[in-house]
């Protein structure tokens, strides 16, 4: 009698090799706030590390990534910077929101105007169901006109603090500033990497493999951390969620 024949199947190499692949958590940011105020230069001089000559009005939405090495762990961040003209926002605002990990708020130090939209920004976000336990900051940028300085700091610092938001002031053209710009990044990277909500390290998994997890698509950022932090407790042998952003 042959080996099938008494109950014992003969399973082929493919899909018992566990093929486990460490691979790099995403955490993906948006930078939001009115348009001018210097959103694609603080995202150009964290993730190229200068001041772009010129920009123009971003339509939809930019991405910009940088890979870090925290604590020996490679994480990247990947930072959407959007469109802050209304007309250039239509059709792209819904993907800006879906599994977000952190806002950055963007005013212009310069202009009180771009400071009293802020509510409408977090408003924004709320109406798009990001969460308050998700990082919010916010950074006042064009610091380096010192002469035109529009918004005072403690209006803004209180403003933070009524929204439990802490607040940078920098400045994204001044090369004496761009160990800030990188500081502030980097804090909220720590931050993130900290915070082990859904991004838990994924696997990669041979086709076939039993163990590879299920993969969700899903467009609210809170039911896909229900769903994972779910997964992750049911799953034994599936050690991180595979969540897909
Ligand atoms: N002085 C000064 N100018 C800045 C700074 N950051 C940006 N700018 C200038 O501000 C203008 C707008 O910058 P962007 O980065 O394109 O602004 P944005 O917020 O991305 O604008 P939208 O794409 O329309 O939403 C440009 O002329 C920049 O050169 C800064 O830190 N200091």
């Not at 993730?47 to 762990?73: H, M, Q, S, W, Y």
């Not at 212009?108 to 798009?128: A, R």
């Not at 336990?133 to 010192?146: A, F």
């Not at 969700?216 to 769903?227: D, H, L």
């Amino acid at each position: 009698m042959g080996d099938a024949a008494k109950g014992e199947m003969s399973v082929p190499a493919a899909t018992t090799s566990v093929h486990v692949e460490r691979q790099k958590r995403i955490f993906k940011i948006i930078v939001i706030g009115d348009s001018n105020v210097g959103k694609t230069c603080l995202t150009f001089r964290f993730c190229g590390g200068t001041f772009p000559e010129k920009t123009e009005a971003t339509i939809g939405v930019d991405f910009r990534e940088r890979a870090l090495d925290l604590d020996n762990e490679q994480i990247k961040l990947q930072l959407w910077d959007t469109a802050g003209q209304e007309r250039f926002r239509k059709s792209m605002v819904q993907h800006y929101y879906r599994n977000v990990h952190a806002v950055v708020f963007v005013y212009d130090v310069t202009k009180m105007g771009s400071f009293e939209s802020l509510p409408h920004w977090i408003y924004e976000c709320d109406k798009h169901n990001l969460t308050t336990d998700i990082p919010r900051i916010v950074v006042g940028n064009k610091c380096d006109c010192r002469d035109k300085v529009a918004v005072n700091t403690q209006i803004a610092q209180r403003f933070c603090d009524l929204h439990n938001m802490p607040l940078f002031e920098t400045s994204a053209k001044d090369d004496s500033e761009f160990d800030h710009v990188d500081a502030i990044f980097i804090t909220l990277a720590h931050k993130l990497k900290s915070q082990k909500l859904m991004m838990q390290p994924t696997y990669r998994y041979s086709a076939g493999d039993p163990r590879r997890p299920y993969v969700v698509r899903t467009k609210s950022t809170e039911s896909t951390r229900s769903f994972c932090q779910q997964s992750s407790a049911s799953t034994e042998e599936a050690p991180g969620c595979a969540c897909v952003i």
